[in-house]
């Protein structure tokens, strides 16, 4: 299992999951579990303060590790859950153009990702079945 984000793995690059790439830029607070807020806040502020280096992956990451559906080799929120999440990360990816594995600094994907994604329409097979959308203030940024 990933760990949650602490002093020692923010000396390396942070793993993120394709997905976790539009989350962190909408996120307002809501979340799982309190635990789980926590540690989102916590990822969001570090990558926002310092331009952290990032690896971009498709499976459990460092925001995952504080979730009370990671399981132990991939996400129990549904039965489903593990390979149609799995999947929007890796149509983000796609559409980014970049593979698993990529290092990248923080500020440069997120304005990769506004760049490409800059539509509502652009979101098919991402995010645009997801369950936040009404609290995801990235989400509502996207043009109709
Ligand atoms: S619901 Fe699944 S993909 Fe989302 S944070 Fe939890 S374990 Fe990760």
Redesign the pocket.
Known sequence: MVKTIDGDNMKRPLQI?G??LL?IQGYQGYG?DRQ?EINMSSVKEHLMADNHLIEVVTG??V??AS?????DS????DSN??ET?TLMDQNLLKALTIRPGTLIQAETIFALTNTKLQSKLDLTGICDQCRWQQKCLWFQSRDD
């Open positions: 999951r997905h976790h989350c799982y789980f459990l990451d925001i995952c979730c009370p559906h990671a399981g991939g996400c129990n929120l859950a593990n999440i």
